[in-house]
């Protein structure tokens, strides 16, 4: 029963709980059973707060049999990053002299995580700072993609993405800068949403990039997706006129932009990941969407912008720590930091200011469409460390420039390449429709019907 309780997607766990089949101290259990036995070969999580957890699951089913359910979080296990803080836990961020970095109180998307009546299992893992990639010679062992434990999670969101594919919890909380949050989700097979900047707060979150992070839901679903973010989103972070996440009321009319110049003529993005964003196009054409090709600006001039805010951004945050104590963090992680001292305050405010243009053309082209489709990753998952080989001198994400435009972007499973690994579809949108965004997305995946799919680790 163990394993069917942590395979059921968060809202159908939700509604077992609600309905009284099962109890949220039995699912937590559940969780913490199958994590002590696969996560010695995942390495998703840091840090379990087992008895916080049962405790926060007691008091979830108290307050079921009184009859007040908080809504589709109530009771439900779920992961948090370790790079946001929960009050009692370490934040390491995957940095070894903060271990013992104890967090004094939740971060806002925690307390609200808590107040939505989620269970919080434990924190984590990450890449160091969310900027060293997956290095193999680190303190921690790299965390592992589930379809194949040779081969990579991806970028810092890991051990959120890991959990979720292989059912050690029912959704996560990650953070992206640069698709922290698409890509891991991505090469892991499961559902991401980088929310529209804002609308979830990061007050208690370790800052990277201030004025491009995000904290966003990782979960099996695009609709998990949906119930994980209407527990994000905190009270002070609410814009007026935001429409909380409805994902069934289906796509007829809706008009889908392919930003189809982006991966098209790319020498390097895989032949199954052109047939499976082609299908997912037919597909949504079937479902009673328009799509037509659109022109965004030249990719790699977006990506140098993008660098160009985030990386003098990055090495400010961590400066201090930089030149008082170098020696604190690895070498890769170092030495990516410091790629930020390069950039003058001139090149810095010159890409502020182009960052104000691209958020003007995107917002004028999306008055011809509801949102934007093209592929998250141009490969599925490559060797454990591959950032570290000749492939990792390639851009093989195509995340960063949705970072500039502000707005929401989800990634989504919607194939698999011939050796069965997962593939992704970005679905980007306007600011503040997050909704449509989900709504696309779960339409999209209901009927491409691949949800039914996990790795072979997860039915052990």
Request: glycine content about 8%; some cysteine; overall charge negative.
């Amino acid at each position: 029963m163990s394993a069917e309780l942590t395979l059921l997607s968060l809202a159908d766990l939700s509604r077992h709980i609600r309905e009284g089949h099962v109890s949220s101290v039995e699912v937590t259990r559940s969780y913490f059973d199958r994590i002590e036995m696969l996560d010695g070969r995942l390495h998703s999580f840091n840090t379990l707060r087992t008895e916080a957890a049962l405790a926060e699951a007691q008091a979830a089913d108290r307050e079921t049999a009184l009859g007040n359910w908080r809504g589709p979080l109530h009771g439900v296990p779920i992961g948090i990053k370790d790079m946001i803080d929960v009050a009692g836990v370490p934040t390491t961020a995957q940095a070894v002299h903060r271990r013992d970095a104890i967090a004094d109180e939740d971060a806002d998307v925690v307390a609200a995580l808590k107040g939505a009546g989620a269970v919080i299992l434990g924190k984590q893992a990450m890449s160091e700072y969310a900027v060293g990639g997956t290095q193999l010679n680190h303190a921690w062992p790299p965390a592992c993609n589930p379809w194949n434990l040779d081969l990579d999670t991806l970028s810092s969101s890991s051990g959120p993405a890991v959990a979720v594919a292989a059912g050690l919890c029912a959704g996560s909380v990650g953070t992206e800068t640069a698709g922290s949050i698409r890509a891991p989700a991505a090469w892991c097979g499961v559902a991401g949403l980088k929310p529209t900047n804002g609308l979830v707060s990061t007050k208690g979150v370790l800052p990277l990039s201030p004025s491009m992070d995000c904290v966003g839901p990782i979960a099996w679903t695009v609709e998990d997706c949906a119930l994980l973010l209407s527990g994000m989103v905190s009270a002070d972070a609410e814009p007026n006129g935001l429409r909380l996440p409805i994902v069934g009321d289906g796509i007829k009319g809706m008009r889908v932009g392919v930003v189809r110049h982006f991966y098209e003529n790319d020498p390097d993005v895989d032949d199954a990941v052109l047939a499976a964003t082609a299908n997912a196009i037919d597909v949504l054409q079937d479902l009673g969407a328009t799509c037509t090709d659109v022109r965004l600006g030249d990719f790699n001039e977006l990506c140098d912008i993008a660098r160009a805010i985030s990386w003098p951004e990055e090495y400010a945050a961590h400066r201090a720590e930089l030149e008082a104590y170098p020696d604190r963090l690895t070498e890769v992680s170092r030495s990516r930091l410091q790629d930020g001292k390069a950039y003058s305050t001139e090149q810095y405010r010159a890409a502020r200011q182009k960052r104000v243009e691209v958020i003007a053309d995107f917002n004028q082209l999306m008055r011809d469409v509801d949102v934007l489709v093209l592929p998250t990753l141009k490969k599925a998952a490559q060797i454990l460390g591959f950032e570290f080989t000749e492939l990792g001198a390639v851009d093989i994400d195509m995340t960063r420039p949705f970072n500039l435009t502000d707005g929401p972007a989800l990634a989504m499973c919607h194939g698999y390449d011939g050796e069965g690994l997962p593939l992704s579809l970005q679905i980007i949108g306007r600011h503040f429709e997050d909704d449509v965004v989900l709504r696309v997305g779960h339409s999209l995946e209901k009927t491409l019907g691949l949800r039914d799919r996990r790795p072979r680790i997860a039915l052990t």
